[in-house]
């Protein structure tokens, strides 16, 4: 099952409340809804996905599930009693040589698609081989790891090297990953036991937060600085972007706190190749400081003009 941030979805952060939840899904599905977009199959998907998103997230018994276990959060429980299963299982057997006799599942049960990936499924798994037979085969436990990017390293794809059961294992990270993304690398986990599969590796990213930029979704947002003369007058200011400084043209009689959006400066889009968020700019007016007394006099006369 493909990783769904519902978070993303709704254009919220992960400690968003249950208002900023509702207040956000409200607004978008106006917008995504069929009876204003008809015939039009994207807003019918999109409106599909923030139900969707809606329905976890404003639960909060299911939005801690999905929290914890992301994509599998439906599957929670099951896997918390599969992994106290597993390691009672390793420490009675201790070399992982015999069956797995906690396990209580009938031949030829169903097995849902997450205990299949996590324990190797038909084969050997829980099927008739494992139950009381040194013969069985079982997936290799998981690993986790947390890698900690920077905005920028996020938004440039790159190679990352990490040191798994003593061998080097070397991933891409693509541009775009947000924090709290979940990439799976299968096979990549420790050994299996009598000849079943590899566990997977799980790779979380955490990103920091950066000085000059706050990222929502694939937009940016920072701040420009320009001074009171420009700001009636117009003019030019530089403005930092993730591939440098570009020009900005300020209007004259620009009000402090004005935003301007600078279309395809934001973050790169995940996965999507030369496909880019906007940057929102936004004009923060510094008076003039320590005046002279014919400066004084001259902003008397406009004022009094």
């Given at each position: 099952?493909?990783?769904?941030?519902?978070?993303?979805?709704?254009?919220?952060?992960?400690?968003?409340?249950?208002?900023?939840?509702?207040?956000?899904?409200?607004?978008?599905?106006?917008?995504?809804?069929?009876?204003?977009?008809?015939?039009?199959?994207?807003?019918?998907?999109?409106?599909?996905?923030l139900n969707e998103a809606n329905e976890v997230l404003s639960n909060v018994e299911?939005?801690?599930?999905?929290?914890?276990?992301?994509?599998?959060?439906?599957?929670?429980?099951?896997?918390?009693?599969?992994?106290?299963?597993?390691?009672?299982?390793?420490?009675?057997?201790?070399?992982?040589?015999?069956?797995?006799?906690?396990?209580?599942?009938?031949?030829?049960?169903?097995?849902?698609?997450?205990?299949?990936?996590?324990?190797?499924?038909?084969?050997?798994?829980?099927?008739?081989?494992?139950?009381?037979?040194?013969?069985?085969?079982?997936?290799?436990?998981?690993?986790?790891?947390?890698?900690?990017?920077?905005?920028?390293?996020?938004?440039?794809?790159?190679?990352?090297?990490?040191?798994?059961?003593?061998?080097?294992?070397?991933?891409?990270?693509?541009?775009?990953?947000?924090?709290?993304?979940?990439?799976?690398?299968?096979?990549?986990?420790?050994?299996?036991?009598?000849?079943?599969?590899?566990?997977d590796l799980y790779v979380t990213f955490n990103i920091s937060s950066d000085l000059?930029?706050?990222?929502?979704?694939?937009?940016?947002?920072?701040?420009?600085?320009?001074?009171?003369?420009?700001?009636?007058?117009?003019?030019?200011?530089?403005?930092?972007t993730l591939d440098g400084n570009v020009n900005l043209k300020v209007k004259p009689?620009?009000?402090?706190?004005?935003?301007?959006?600078?279309?395809?400066?934001?973050?790169?889009?995940?996965?999507?190749?030369?496909?880019?968020?906007?940057?929102?700019?936004?004009?923060?007016?510094?008076?003039?400081?320590?005046?002279?007394?014919?400066?004084?006099?001259?902003?008397?006369?406009?004022?009094?003009?």
């Amino acid at each position: 099952m493909a990783y769904i941030d519902y978070y993303k979805i709704l254009g919220v952060d992960k400690n968003a409340t249950q208002d900023d939840i509702k207040k956000a899904y409200r607004k978008l599905a106006r917008k995504s809804h069929p009876d204003l977009n008809p015939d039009d199959k994207e807003a019918e998907k999109r409106f599909k996905e923030l139900n969707e998103a809606n329905e976890v997230l404003s639960n909060v018994e299911n939005r801690a599930k999905y929290d914890k276990y992301g994509e599998n959060w439906k599957h929670g429980e099951e896997y918390e009693k599969a992994q106290q299963q597993q390691r009672q299982y390793q420490s009675q057997s201790g070399n992982f040589g015999g069956g797995f006799s906690g396990a209580d599942f009938g031949e030829g049960e169903d097995f849902s698609d997450f205990f299949q990936s996590m324990f190797g499924g038909a084969g050997g798994g829980f099927g008739r081989s494992s139950r009381g037979s040194a013969s069985g085969k079982f997936k290799g436990q998981d690993v986790h790891a947390e890698l900690n990017l920077s905005l920028k390293e996020a938004a440039t794809t790159h190679q990352q090297t990490f040191d798994i059961n003593g061998k080097k294992v070397r991933i891409t990270i693509p541009a775009g990953v947000y924090d709290g993304q979940q990439i799976k690398l299968k096979g990549h986990g420790y050994p299996g036991v009598n000849n079943g599969p590899n566990g997977d590796l799980y790779v979380t990213f955490n990103i920091s937060s950066d000085l000059n930029f706050e990222r929502i979704g694939d937009d940016l947002k920072t701040k420009v600085t320009i001074d009171l003369y420009t700001a009636v007058l117009g003019g030019d200011v530089k403005v930092n972007t993730l591939d440098g400084n570009v020009n900005l043209k300020v209007k004259p009689e620009t009000q402090n706190g004005t935003t301007v959006r600078l279309r395809g400066k934001g973050f790169p889009v995940y996965k999507k190749e030369g496909e880019f968020g906007d940057l929102f700019v936004t004009y923060d007016v510094k008076l003039p400081t320590n005046l002279t007394e014919n400066q004084k006099e001259l902003f008397e006369q406009l004022k009094n003009s």
